[in-house]
């Protein structure tokens, strides 16, 4: 599984790219499980972190300013970020010209119907509460893997 510089990549029609995960997670224990989870699964995709929502939004603006740079298949979102909450991030996500598209899984401890609902409003494709049981946890490489099939498909 690659690791990547921070910035993602949709693939074209033309050409068969890796795939682009960007993970926005505060917590580097969360982060190192998410990783855990796509190696476990098998998901094969170049990595971007980043630990705050200031710079999830200033990655997707990097993006939208850089024709080169590659542009997330999914992006594993936190709802519980500093600076920024993952609500506000998947806003400004969704006003980016290249990542408004992107499949979003919120990945978060917090199981409120309103937050559940907020997140529904803004076209996430799953939502996927941290339980504390490991095995458990590691099913969320494979929803991750379904995910971009299904986007590749």
Do not use: W
Request: aromatic share 6%; glycine share 6%.
């Amino acid at each position: 599984m690659g690791r990547g510089s921070g910035s993602p990549s949709r693939p074209d029609s033309t050409a068969q790219k890796r795939p682009q995960i960007l993970i926005v997670e505060d917590s580097r224990a969360d982060v190192f499980l998410i990783c855990e989870s796509l190696y476990q699964a098998h998901v094969d995709a170049d990595l971007h972190v980043v630990h705050d929502g200031e710079k999830a939004v200033l990655f997707f603006e990097q993006v939208d300013r850089d024709p080169s740079a590659p542009v997330a298949d999914i992006v594993i979102l936190d709802i519980n970020l500093p600076k920024r909450t993952g609500g506000e991030v998947l806003q400004q996500m969704r006003h980016s010209s290249r990542s408004a598209n992107s499949l979003v899984v919120v990945v978060t401890s917090s199981d409120s119907e309103r937050d559940r609902e907020e997140m529904s409003k803004l076209g996430v494709a799953a939502y996927f509460c941290k339980p504390s049981n490991y095995q458990k946890f590691m099913k969320l490489g494979e929803l991750a893997k379904r995910l971009l099939e299904r986007e590749r498909n």
